[in-house]
C-alpha cells in the first residue's frame, strides 16, 4: 500500500504571512510619515482562493476608521507594486484591506464588566 500524502497545503497561510510582513515594511518605509497610515498595524492576513487574494486585518490608532480605510485604499495599487517587486514568484496576490476591531470590542467587553 503506497504512503498516502497529506494532501491540504499550507502554502496559503505562508503567503498570507510573508505578504503581511512585506506590506508591514512597505507601510512603515513608504508611508510612515503620512498622518493616517502612520497609526496602522496589521494584526493578521488570511489567503483566499488559493494564493489569489490576500486580505490584511489591520488596527489603526487614528479613531476616523473610514478615512484610513480610503486611504489605503487609495494606496493599495501602490503597495501592490512594490510588493511585485519584493515577492519573488510570477504572480502578486491581490491585496485587500479590513479594519479589525477585536480590540475596540475587547476594550467595550472590559468595561461593561468593571461597572458590573
Excluded at 502554502?11 to 506590506?23: D, K
Excluded at 497610515?37 to 490584511?56: E, N
Amino acid at each position: 500500500m503506497k504512503n498516502q500524502r497529506n494532501t491540504t497545503s499550507n502554502r496559503p497561510a505562508r503567503m498570507a504571512s510573508t505578504v503581511q510582513t512585506m506590506v508591514a515594511q512597505i507601510l512603515r518605509e513608504r508611508f510612515g510619515d503620512d498622518g493616517l497610515l502612520g497609526g496602522v498595524s496589521l494584526v493578521g492576513a488570511t489567503a483566499r482562493g488559493g494564493t489569489q487574494f490576500v486580505h490584511l486585518y489591520y488596527y489603526s490608532r487614528n479613531s476616523d476608521i473610514a478615512a484610513v480605510q480610503r486611504r489605503l485604499d487609495e494606496v493599495t495599487k501602490t503597495i501592490r507594486y512594490e510588493l511585485a517587486s519584493r515577492l519573488n514568484q510570477k504572480y502578486v496576490p491581490d491585496i485587500k484591506f479590513e479594519y479589525d476591531d477585536t480590540l475596540d470590542r475587547a476594550e467595550r467587553l472590559d468595561k461593561i464588566l468593571k461597572n458590573l
